[in-house]
């Protein structure tokens, strides 16, 4: 199958973050499919980075944190023949409060979207990219990433997953053509404290810097074949901290950090 553009599939494509790395590819001319659970806002975006940008943007509406949603993505690439170039897996989201106290299915949802998901679109489409020997897959994971998270403990054991899983995978793959970037964000303007419930923690008081910039610097990181990049200043010292003092106390640090305001 002959593409004219490259073509990039971007998971949580329906708002914040996601939607910024797919405007930022379009600009670049790729092609994209939009995967998101939203059909109206995922329509929406592709209507409008088509249009203002000259691409074609397809919609893949898909609950990822459902048993088997991943693979149905996958199933469907595949069976378009779709040959991607970029694969950003960018969908999850965080959920706030005690391990005691929060609702299992919530977090085996979570587990399900932010850690399962992921794996299962790599492992199905990493693949053909290294049957062609070029490629580009970037995972969305957070400075939480180095971390233990105390009061999100869930959450945070699921971005250190995706950050060891980002940099283990990038090593296997050296000489390969293919590259893995792992995107580690601070506190970004988003619907992720609102879904998390962390409006009441201390760290809500922390700001916020806009999507679009985190975005312009995964895309850039991840072409560069930079295998973790960490937008601002702030957040590359911060999570140089953990090498610094022991994990106990990080634990301790964090919490007080995250305890109800």
Known sequence: ????????????????????????????????VLVARSADKLQAVATALGAKHGITAHVLVAD?????????VADEVLSRGWVLDVLVNNAGYGLFGAVTETDPADELNMIQLNV????RLTKRLLPAMVARKRGYIMNVASTAAFFSGPLMAVYYATKNFVLAFSEGLDEELKGSGVHVSCLCPGPTESEFRKRAGSGRS?????????????????????????????????????????????????????HNTQAAK
């Open 1 to 32: 199958m002959t593409q004219p553009h490259p073509l990039a599939l971007i998971t949580g494509a329906s708002m914040g973050i996601g939607v910024d790395i797919a405007a930022v590819l379009a600009e670049k001319g790729h092609d994209l």
């Open 64 to 72: 990822l944190a459902a048993p088997g949603g991943a693979d149905r």
């Open 116 to 119: 399962v998901a992921l794996y």
């Open 202 to 254: 201390k760290l809500s008081n922390r700001g916020q810097v806009p999507s679009r910039p985190v975005a312009e610097a995964g895309v850039a990181g991840m072409f560069a074949g930079k295998r973790l990049v960490i937008p601002g200043a702030k957040n590359r010292f911060e999570t140089s901290i953990p090498r610094l003092l022991p994990r106990t106390m990080m634990a301790g640090i964090v």
